[in-house]
């Protein structure tokens, strides 16, 4: 089991910037976290990518953020960060984390945590 906790969603003017955490906790099982990645939902849409960052370091952004928005992880604390800057009133969404178990090299189960709001105000 994996258990994600996501924080730092609030309201900024746009412009702003946040920074999000989300650390996982693995237990009851065995194998390690491998990918983490940040996807997120405005009202009335479906959830969409934001960015990822695979266990060996390589990162990937839509085409929405990037530029404005950098992943990054410390691999001790198994906390992955969303700094997000240059804030625009439509990255308004509920933000999500989530990551995958990997067990002998393979991925075996995809985890997501309960979000965080993040509010940009015009």
């Known amino acids: 089991q994996v258990h994600l906790v996501e924080s730092g969603g609030d309201l900024v003017q746009a412009g702003g910037s946040l920074r999000l955490s989300c650390t996982a906790s693995?237990?009851?099982?065995?194998?390690?976290?491998?990918?983490m990645g940040w996807y997120r939902q405005a009202p009335g849409n479906q959830r969409e990518f934001v960015a990822v960052?695979?266990?060996?370091?390589?990162?990937n952004y839509a085409d929405s953020v990037k530029g404005r928005f950098t992943i990054s992880r410390d691999n001790a604390k198994n906390t992955l960060y969303l700094q997000m800057n240059s804030l625009k009133p439509e990255d308004t969404a509920v933000y999500y984390c989530?990551?995958?178990?990997?067990?002998?090299?393979?991925?075996?189960?995809?985890?997501w945590g309960q979000g965080t709001q993040v509010t940009v105000s015009s």
């Open positions: 989530n990551a995958a178990l990997v067990r002998l090299g393979r991925p075996i189960s995809l985890y």
């Open positions: 960052r695979s266990g060996g370091g390589a990162t």
């Open positions: 693995v237990s009851g099982t065995t194998g390690s976290i491998g990918s």
